[in-house]
């Protein structure tokens, strides 16, 4: 039976797919000798994208039902898209393993392959052990290689979100220390995991009173 990649990726977790779509617009973008006309133009995939991850910084930020209903409507979307240029990549590289992995997608039941991680659990926000330190506690994830997380304060109704910071996976989650922080200032925190195959979903903020 000749291989093929996955064509169906209606199931993977919001940042997961935005991550699996940028890589295979940027995949097949650099293998035209194989990719010479995709059907659908990666102006379509690139156009999608954009209006998903549009889409994602709104529910993000506000997540209310309507931005909620709207992120879920470009996921269908995005994932129609990558379904097109998926049939199209296996109908072009006619079973050739290297030609598939070129293109960024993921190849049909390889036995044990890695799979993007899931959404870290149990997520707490504790004081550190010394004045201005926050601790940022969680599960660890099977096969995560780091975690990334933000810090952010609360601005007119609206979590404000700084930069993507990330820890290295450990044995002790409990080494992930915040310095310097701001005293008698609420802080909120969110997180997710992240290994080669790609990126969780960010954990549900929780916060507490730096002190």
């Known amino acids: 039976m000749k291989r093929q990649v996955k064509i169906n990726y209606g199931n993977y977790r919001d940042a997961e797919l935005g991550y699996l779509a940028s890589t295979v617009y940027q995949a097949i973008g650099e293998n035209v000798e194989f ?6 133009p990666l102006a379509e995939l690139e156009a999608a994208i954009a209006d998903y991850n549009e889409k994602m910084q709104f529910t993000n930020r506000k997540g209310s039902p309507y931005d909620s209903e709207s992120k879920n ?10 379904r097109r240029l998926a049939f199209y990549v296996n109908t072009t590289c006619d079973g050739v393993v290297h030609k598939l992995l070129s293109s960024g ?10 799979t993007a991680p899931t959404t870290p659990t149990r997520v707490r926000l504790v004081d550190g052990e010394r004045s201005g330190e926050l601790a940022l506690l969680f599960d660890s994830v099977n096969k995560a290689s ?21 820890f290295r996976h450990g044995r002790s989650i409990r080494n992930n220390i ?34």
Do not use: H
């Open 105 to 114: 997608f993921r190849l049909k039941g390889l036995p044990g392959e890695l």
């Open 178 to 211: 915040i310095p310097n922080l701001t005293r008698a200032v609420t802080y909120y925190a969110r997180v997710r995991a992240r290994n080669p195959q790609g990126i969780s979903d960010w954990s549900e903020p929780v916060s507490q009173i730096a002190r």
């Open 73 to 82: 409507a470009s996921k269908r979307a995005l994932v129609d898209v990558l």
């Open 35 to 40: 990719f010479a006309e995709p059907n659908p």
């Open 146 to 166: 780091e975690y990334e997380y933000q810090l952010g304060t609360m601005v007119d109704g609206e979590i404000a979100w700084g930069d993507i910071d990330s």
